[in-house]
């Protein structure tokens, strides 16, 4: 059926009916790399995003525990408590 069509076309613009077929697989070849490429990046961006959720994530975390040692900090000082930075705990006296 596809032959037919091709080759139809091809008498109205007047080229071979071989040539037009080598196009149509050449047109055919390209909307099936254009389909992979597409796939690929489709792909690519889920995991970057992905990525860049788990990274502000653990920023998230990391800004949080910062933020609740320097607080045990300052209450430790307050308290006239020592700070031991090895056990990130207060040592009273």
Known sequence: ???IIIAAIARMLGISPAVAQVIAIMVAIAVA???VWGGYEYIKHQGVVEERARIDKDN???TDKA???ARSFDDCVAASGV???RRQKCLRP
């Open 67 to 69: 933020f609740n040692a």
């Open 60 to 62: 998230q975390d990391a």
């Open 83 to 85: 700070w031991d930075f």
């Open 1 to 3: 059926m596809t032959a």
């Open 33 to 35: 790399l254009g389909g």
